[in-house]
């Protein structure tokens, strides 16, 4: 894989990186062990993570293109860099499907059928679907003076066409739009060939191409494209001008989808006179223009991959187990006052969680619930829980964070469903996003108070549960537990936060107490004690925190380092970083708990959290760190969460000092895929259910 630019501090190109991490991701779309319909799901995968790139970080890079000015970290030449790393990996997406994708597929029996491939029986077919399903929902839009080009949906598949001849009224005006609405299907089921065992799609563009004469009788369409714009869709809000902050939410998610335009994708033999008159509709430079030989849109291949029956293209199911520290039935009450509990998901249900809540909700000892909800997915499982723990009389105390990035509308709907039945909903601090995980509740029990507690390094979602690798914490600790009274206090009356027992707590505590022991652990190493720092995280791009993992690496430290996604710190640079080793696991599962080890001399510490090492993570939200202090539950920890990572050599890749990623299967004289470690793979193993 290519190098990522290095800053002037000497750190790693952040926007390069996240791009580098994508590439890592495509890998698996390559990859002959993987079944082939997960294969088509990475490329998806892929497309969805650059068009959120596109959506949230482009922006600056183009207005310093435009304005040919140095905004931040960003100006024309990292603009030009970005660029034309997008348009190598969106150049090896195209490849990897219709050279090996797509003839994958067709030798398994599934066939996407192009017009020219279908025979009479099946062209009478797609004729009588568009006429009956498609077209009535299609409206051509001839442009002229009153009609100027219509505003076109952020990430919307449209057709721009252009026709010979005169329209009704005699005149020659040339070009048209015909938006295709995203209530169609984007395959439709064909019917198969006779005595064939194949499937047969046809993509609605496909179909919609065939048959755009239709839409414009009396003219001759000389030439199209399909083309689909990307744009800014990052929310932003003066929250200090704001009077309601959920109302101004509502108002800025309907102008979201007519963001600024940011990238222009069209069909690769689209003309350069169409793709011109696009790009100044958009008021686009050509850098930003992309031509793919395929779909324009690769993410709705999802709609196709749900539509096969094909177990054996898939993974095999993974059932987990219930967590090893439970029984099932056992009071999660009666359980905590023996100690806390490890979920480590989804290797064990995150069904326990939602067991955990349940018992909270039925128990009539219980006298109040207080929960964060930043992602807790459509269905709201947790909120109608929530609700029902209202209609038995107790007090609820939701935190919703309206502005977790496109889930936004979802988490208006909670809060609205919440306050319906007079739960207590509150939207946490302005200008900070509250991203820290937690479930509080509070039960009398022989006449006093005891608070048992719920808190994770993810979401609240059953979807992502089943998808995300993270920690689960469940305590009745009383110093732990006080300390979220205190943290849920803060959030609902605003008040300063008083000293705490355990937790760190951003943007207070958690930036300069994650400094404070990198700091020890180089006392440490300077002393000739034993000196280790191990973290597993999503992203490291906080250069305050860079800064000081390269410096405890000059004076001695060694310094492992997990991270999935962006990272600006290189790793093995003589006289800066040479101790430092940077590894990402890309695998079935989504990596998402966040660790922290730091050994000094005789002390050691191992922390989970729910921030990574972002600089808005650190100054701009509300997280949450918590010590981990039971022997058992941290050997456990690191086993799980640090060993078989730091030795799997199946999913992971090396960062190299130029920034650069290589597989380290290639660096291990291991031949063949079961002679690789797999961490997910033999946690999967561990506590998969056997039933």
């Known amino acids: ?22 590439e890592r991701v495509l890998d698996w779309a390559r990859r002959p062990d993987v079944p082939l319909l997960e294969r088509l799901r990475y490329l998806a995968i892929v497309s969805s993570n650059l068009d959120e790139f596109f959506e949230v970080r482009f922006a600056p890079h183009l207005a310093a293109f435009q ?10 030449q990292t603009f030009r860099e970005v660029s034309a790393k997008v348009q190598e990996l969106v150049a090896q ?66 057709f721009i066409v252009r026709l010979a001849g005169r329209d009704a009224f005699g005149r020659e005006n040339e070009i048209a739009i015909v938006k295709v609405p995203r209530a169609l299907p984007r395959y439709a089921r064909v019917p198969g060939q006779r005595h064939s065992k194949s499937v047969y799609f046809a993509s609605i563009s496909s179909i919609i191409r065939s048959h755009l004469n239709d839409l414009f009788p009396g003219r001759t369409v000389t030439e199209f494209a399909q083309f689909r714009v990307t744009r800014h869709s990052d929310l932003a809000l003066d929250e200090e001008e704001v009077k309601n902050l959920r109302t101004a939410m509502r108002l800025g998610l309907q102008q979201r989808h007519y963001g600024q ?17 696009l790009l100044q509709q958009f008021n686009l430079p050509p850098e930003t223009l992309f031509r ?13 991959i749900d539509r096969v029956e094909a177990p054996a293209l898939r993974f095999e199911p993974y059932h987990p187990g219930w967590p090893t520290q439970l029984n099932a039935g056992q009071s999660f009450f009666e359980r905590l006052k023996k100690g806390d509990v490890l979920i480590h998901q989804p290797y064990e249900s995150f069904e326990a969680v939602m067991a955990f809540l349940r018992e909270a909700v039925e128990d009539p000892d219980v006298l109040a619930i207080k929960q964060t909800i930043y992602r807790t997915g459509a269905k709201g499982e947790m909120v109608e829980l929530l609700r029902e723990a209202v209609r038995r009389g107790k007090e609820v105390t939701a935190v919703v964070e309206l502005k977790a990035r496109f889930d936004e509308e979802a988490n208006i709907n909670q809060a609205e469903r919440l306050e319906s039945v007079g739960a207590q909903v509150v939207y946490g601090i302005v200008g900070l996003k509250t991203h820290a995980k937690m479930l509080l509740v509070t039960r009398r029990e022989e006449g006093r ?32 537990t006080s300390d979220l009274e205190q943290v849920f206090l803060h959030l609902a009356s605003q008040n300063r936060l008083p000293k705490l027992n355990k937790v760190m707590v951003a943007p207070f505590h958690l930036h300069k107490g994650l400094l404070e022991r990198i700091e020890a652990v180089v006392a440490a190493a300077k002393a000739g004690q034993e000196a280790r720092i191990i973290l597993k995280m999503n992203a490291l791009t906080d250069e305050p925190l860079a800064r000081a993992l390269a410096n405890a690496s000059q004076q001695g430290v ?51 959290s729910s921030a990574d090492w972002m600089n808005r993570n650190m100054l701009r939200r509300i997280e949450l760190a918590w010590p981990v202090t039971d022997p058992v539950l941290r050997h456990r920890l690191m086993d799980e969460c640090i060993h078989q990572y730091l030795q799997d050599t199946r999913d992971a890749w090396l960062l190299q000092p130029d920034g650069s990623y290589v597989k380290a299967a290639a660096q291990t004289g291991a031949k063949g895929r079961a002679a690789l470690h797999s961490a997910q793979a033999t946690l999967m193993a561990r506590h998969g259910s056997k039933g």
């Open 67 to 76: 304005t040919n000015e140095q905004r931040g970290p960003v100006n024309a």
């Open 93 to 158: 997406q195209y490849a990897i499907y219709n050279d090996e994708l797509l003839p994958a597929m067709e030798k398994r029996g599934i066939k996407l059928l192009a017009h020219t491939e279908r025979n009479a029986a099946q062209r009478r077919w797609v004729k009588e679907f568009f006429t009956q399903e498609v077209q009535p929902l299609l409206l051509p839009i001839g442009l002229d003076p009153s009609h100027p080009f219509p505003q076109v949906a952020n990430k919307s598949l449209n």
């Open 1 to 22: 894989m290519s190098a990522i630019t290095t800053t002037k501090s000497g750190f790693l190109d952040r926007d390069q990186s996240i791009l580098a991490f994508n």
């Open 558 to 608: 060694q310094v492992d380092v997990i991270v999935r996604g962006a990272c600006i710190l290189p790793a093995g640079v003589p006289g800066f970083t040479e101790r430092v080793h940077i590894r990402s696991i890309i695998g079935r599962l989504l990596e998402h708990s966040r660790v922290f080890y730091f050994r000094m001399g005789a002390e050691e510490e191992l922390w989970l």
């Open 449 to 480: 108070i005891v608070r048992y507690a719920h808190i994770s390094t993810g979401n609240y979602n059953p979807s992502t549960a089943r998808l995300y690798t993270d920690v689960s914490y469940l305590t009745a600790d009383e110093a732990l």
């Open 292 to 304: 793919v030989p395929g779909p324009v849109n690769l993410v709705r291949l999802n709609q196709l």
């Open 261 to 277: 335009a940011l990238r222009l994708e069209v069909s690769a033999w689209c003309s350069d006179f169409l793709a011109d008159f």
